[in-house]
């Protein structure tokens, strides 16, 4: 599934990690100031990843 068809609160995996899909939000990247990204948030351990928005044709696995 792309990244641009996902709705907020499905789960994913990212290179074998399990993640939940926040949707797009403004964070904050140290030395340039906030940015707009798609934001996932890691289970198991405590961190996010995040993807600028033109990445919207990479493909990910959806876990149901």
């Known amino acids: 599934m792309k990244i641009s068809d996902l709705k907020p609160g499905q ?3 990212i290179n074998g ?3 939940e899909y926040l949707g797009i939000q403004k ?3 140290p030395n340039i100031g906030k940015a707009e990204k798609r934001v996932f948030k890691c289970e198991g351990i405590d961190s996010y990843k995040y993807y600028n928005l033109r990445k919207v ?3 990910l696995k959806v876990r149901k």
């Open 17 to 19: 990690t399990l993640a």
């Open 27 to 29: 964070v904050r990247i």
């Open 11 to 13: 789960k994913v995996s």
């Open 57 to 59: 044709l990479k493909r």
